[in-house]
């Protein structure tokens, strides 16, 4: 994720991008301080293991093989006329 600080100096805020988000911040501390702790969590160790017993999860994974099965005859026909 591309995270960056852009001034908008017509309306005196600062704005935090997040690829294609933006949140607009009062001070350039507000906006440092999103920053920070957003790059934290974002770097911060993630494992999968914590995310298996998730009931959100479990039902990503099973409405993801849903789709993945019947997506696969679409599949196999874009990769033959690619």
Not at 32 to 57: G, K, Y
Request: charged share 20%; with cysteine; net charge negative.
């Amino acid at each position: 994720m591309n995270v960056y600080i852009e001034v908008n100096a017509d309306q005196h805020r600062w704005c935090v991008h997040m690829d294609q988000w933006h949140v607009g911040f009062r001070t350039p501390d507000e906006a440092e301080q999103f920053v920070e702790r957003l790059t934290a969590r974002l770097n911060a160790p993630h494992s999968l293991d914590m995310l298996a017993d998730s009931p959100i999860w479990n039902q990503m994974a099973g409405r993801h093989a849903q789709l993945s099965a019947k997506a696969m005859p679409s599949l196999g026909r874009c990769v033959k006329g690619a």
